[in-house]
């Protein structure tokens, strides 16, 4: 069975303000009684409580009403600036996304595929050598808002202040988090546990809190695994397209051929396969038609049975086939891309022509 948490496991040995913070693990059967405890929340004396079958823990001297989202919230505010002045480092850690270091030259940019989410580290106290913030403060003013903890260099009083929000009870509020400065709120705490784990770990986006108006500095990247489309032409006249969806080729080959017999290979930009046959009811073109057109006017010249004028769509076979093909061979209704090689009846079809996309270009990028 999962132990309860105990509730009180820290106090102060001083109920006026200020004492020293006291962990029940520092506390003995024979120092227990060396000197007072009192509770961080409602300031009533406290007893250790060492043995037993509980957890070690403190519990109040007398009954009293105490509230443990205020023991929680100062708690925080002690353990979170104890460890900032006695440490060296105070760590934090940002979550970002970074974009691709080629978003500017690549043609095919995407910023909802060309990036990855990398944590960066960094740290509140040092950096480089540098001490960034050495001052830890508690609800002390500043820019019209009292933060729970204002963390400032004293060797360069004019450096952004860091606010650091205890996410007690409610979130901070709007104006706070618009004011352009740089703020740090941590989880909603709801146990001694979580507070600790910000003390052993730092500061994790994402994990342990949230940061606003904070610019960390991002690391390069370049995606090389990026699925692509890929259109090749061969000396036959037949083209082969792989498609993104189905992860064959990636972006680390955007400059480079795939195929060593291939005569031309193209790069097709937002370009799908349409597997339900909307581009017969819309009369829009096909990838496979998309890219022979693209190569006819282009120049390029070549016969290939997608983009004659006797291939049409059989909704029967839900296919195309060629309509004229009781003339050239019955047993073949359904002839692949070189037929059109040695078909005598071979005509370019100049509906798709007329139909391609006046920005056809945009579509592909040539290697």
């Known amino acids: 069975m999962k132990t309860k948490e105990v509730k009180y496991r820290y ?9 020293e913070l006291v962990c029940i693990n520092d506390v003995t059967v024979e120092n227990r009684y060396y000197r007072k405890y009192y509770c961080l929340s409602c300031g009533k004396e406290m007893m250790a409580y060492l043995r037993g079958k509980k957890e070690r823990h403190f519990h109040h001297k007398a009954d009293c009403e105490c509230n443990s989202e205020t023991y929680l919230h100062i708690l925080a505010k002690c353990l979170i600036k104890n460890k900032f002045m006695i440490s060296d480092t105070f760590p934090i850690v940002f979550k970002r996304v970074v974009q691709c270091s080629e978003r500017d030259n690549c043609p095919f940019y995407n910023e909802e595929e060309c990036y990855e989410e990398r944590e960066v580290k960094s740290d509140l106290k040092t950096w480089n050598g540098k001490i960034i913030y050495d001052v830890c403060d508690v609800e002390e003013p500043y820019g019209g808002f ?26 901070s509020e709007t104006n706070k988090l618009s004011s352009g400065y740089k703020i740090i709120e941590t989880v909603q705490i709801k146990s001694e546990t979580e507070i600790e784990d910000i003390i052993k770990r730092g500061f994790v986006e994402g994990d342990n809190c949230k940061t606003v108006g904070f610019k960390p500095q991002l690391p390069t990247i370049r995606k090389e695994d990026v699925p692509i489309n890929r259109l090749a032409l061969f000396k036959n006249g037949a083209i082969k397209i792989n498609r993104a969806i189905d992860y064959e080729i990636y972006c680390d080959h955007l400059r480079h051929k795939v195929y060593p017999d291939s005569v031309l290979e193209l790069n097709m930009k937002d370009v799908g396969i349409d597997i339900w046959g909307d581009h017969v009811l819309n009369k829009t073109l096909d990838a496979y038609q998309l890219g022979l057109v693209y190569l006819v006017k282009r120049g390029i010249s070549l016969r290939n049975c997608i983009i004659c004028k006797y291939r049409k769509y059989n909704n029967a076979y839900d296919i195309y086939m060629c309509i004229r ?11 692949i891309q070189t037929c059109a090689n040695k078909c005598p009846l071979y005509e370019l079809n100049s509906e798709l022509i007329n139909r391609a996309p006046k920005d056809i270009d945009q579509f592909f990028h040539e290697i």
């Open 11 to 19: 106090c102060k040995d001083k109920n006026d303000g200020g004492g």
């Open 325 to 335: 093909y009781k003339e050239l061979n019955p047993s073949n209704r359904f002839p």
């Open 146 to 171: 009292k933060p729970d903890l204002l963390l400032s260099c004293s060797s360069k009083p004019n450096r952004d202040r860091v606010f650091i929000e205890i996410f007690k009870s409610h979130a």
